[in-house]
């Protein structure tokens, strides 16, 4: 019954645009989050998106496709916001280049406020994740051609910001800083408000302001930790 009702809801939702190519884009999100690439099923697209089975191939050639574009549609505005960031960043910057600090939050920043929806929910957090968890090889081109451009000029900061740090430090802390980040969003979900919950509201995780200091003091702290040594031994 509660399936039908959210169905029914969808279905009158997608009603409201006429274009049936914007609306199956629009359906094919919502199954994707729910439901992963792999199960998500063409049907259940165009059943949400109230077009006829054959819709998806003809507007998009394949789910492949589908997939495709929604990746685009929903990585774009984010990559080029951080990117924004972090070029606003070094503008303001003077000329030893800006701290550890402005870079991490450059990062950050992006990452927690475009990540929420106007429900406070986070579907572009729950999208990457089904990215990276179960990666396919279009969705790795992808991020080859479009994400890890971006990922290399934060890098490239991090090493003119910490000059004694070497390249490789760089890499696995930003790695880390990236999975600390991608973490708390998903604990911030509306949906199980996670992080509160098990904080007895400590931490209020509906504030993205609290989340951004949080999260730039607990990366910086981390990029500004002494470089790791492979061969030494971690208990004495």
Not at 44 to 49: P, S, V
Not at 115 to 138: H, K
Not at 163 to 179: E, H, K, Q, T, V
């Amino acid at each position: 019954m509660v399936k039908k009702a959210r169905l029914a809801e969808t279905v009158s939702a997608s009603e409201k645009v006429d274009d049936p190519r914007a609306r199956i884009i629009a359906a094919a999100r919502e199954v994707f989050i729910e439901q992963s690439f792999d199960l998500a099923t063409v049907r259940e697209i165009t059943l949400r998106a109230d077009v006829n089975l054959a819709a998806v191939n003809y507007y998009f050639g394949s789910k492949d496709e589908l997939i495709s574009e929604v990746l685009n549609l929903m990585m774009e505005p984010y990559t080029n916001a951080r990117l924004r960031s972090l070029e606003a960043c070094e503008a303001a910057a003077d000329q030893d280049g800006p701290s550890v600090a402005a870079v991490v939050e450059a990062l950050v920043r992006p990452m927690v406020r475009l990540s929420r929806d106007e429900s406070g929910a986070r579907p572009l957090t729950r999208f990457l994740l089904q990215v990276r968890s179960r990666p396919r090889e279009m969705t790795t081109r992808f991020f080859i051609r479009r994400v890890d451009p971006v990922v290399f000029r934060f890098i490239d900061a991090f090493a003119r910001a910490l000059p004694s740090l070497g390249r490789r430090d760089i890499f696995w802390r930003y790695n880390f800083a990236i999975g600390a980040i991608m973490q708390v969003l998903i604990d911030s979900e509306p949906s199980t408000s996670r992080l509160k919950q098990l904080s007895g509201g400590l931490c209020d995780t509906t504030d993205d302001e609290q989340i951004i200091a949080q999260l730039v003091s607990f990366v910086c702290a981390g990029f500004a930790s002494p470089a790791a040594d492979p061969t030494a031994k971690l208990f004495r």
